[in-house]
């Protein structure tokens, strides 16, 4: 905090009177850098809800990723909310437009932004390890055993795609939006009876 005060050329408690420890210091920092790249995403007007919800999963996954290893400090609950606000506005009108009802609507975006934050997180320990943590450990767990009680693992093991990479976000938003449809589309038809 010291080191802080020294570069703002401020004195030591008044950035403590305003930030409680190293960590909030972090976490504000990442929340700043991921402010700056969200600030860039446009939400389209006049789009289907399903492609709004494309955009603005790409849109919180590259702006996590964009604050790099200061990644780490921004979690789930994290307050978001201020710099998402229009997009989450824009994503939930096109949603309850499109017929979703609002309880599923906002569900659908705490799942997005948990899967968001995760495989930006798994992103970047991937890129620092040159190899995704869910193979590292699979391959490390089934190293400590009989690889041969584990024969359909061991067959993924060797040939696991690369959940960090862009398609495993793409995949992961195209099974929350047939999974909202389908949630939606059973909400739907119990109104009715």
């Known amino acids: 905090m010291q080191a802080v005060a020294d570069v703002l050329g401020v004195d030591r408690s008044a950035i ?5 420890n190293k960590d909030a210091l972090l976490r504000d920092v990442a929340l700043d850098v991921f402010a700056e790249s969200f600030a860039t995403v446009r939400i389209g007007a006049h789009r289907s809800w399903q492609d709004v919800c494309r955009q603005y999963a790409r849109g919180f996954a590259d702006s996590v990723i964009a604050t790099g290893p200061l990644a780490q400090h921004l ?23 499109g017929g979703i ?15 968001c934050l995760q495989y930006a997180h798994d992103h970047i320990a991937a890129s620092a390890r040159k190899q995704g943590p869910l193979l590292t450990a699979l391959r490390q767990a089934l190293a400590e055993r009989d690889a ?6 061991a ?16 995949v992961s ?12 589309g059973e909400r739907a038809t119990d109104a009715t009876r």
């Open 16 to 20: 403590n009177n305003h930030v409680a």
């Open 75 to 97: 979690v789930s609950g994290a307050p978001f909310q201020g710099t998402v606000l229009h997009a989450a506005e824009a994503m939930l009108g096109a949603m309850v437009d």
């Open 101 to 115: 009802d609002s309880d599923t609507a906002i569900r659908m975006l705490a799942l997005l932004n948990n899967v």
């Open 148 to 153: 041969d009680g584990f024969p359909h693992l």
């Open 155 to 170: 067959r993924i093991a060797a040939d696991l795609p690369d959940v960090s990479a862009r398609t495993q976000l793409d």
């Open 173 to 184: 938003v195209e099974i929350i939006i047939g999974g909202t449809e389908a949630l939606a």
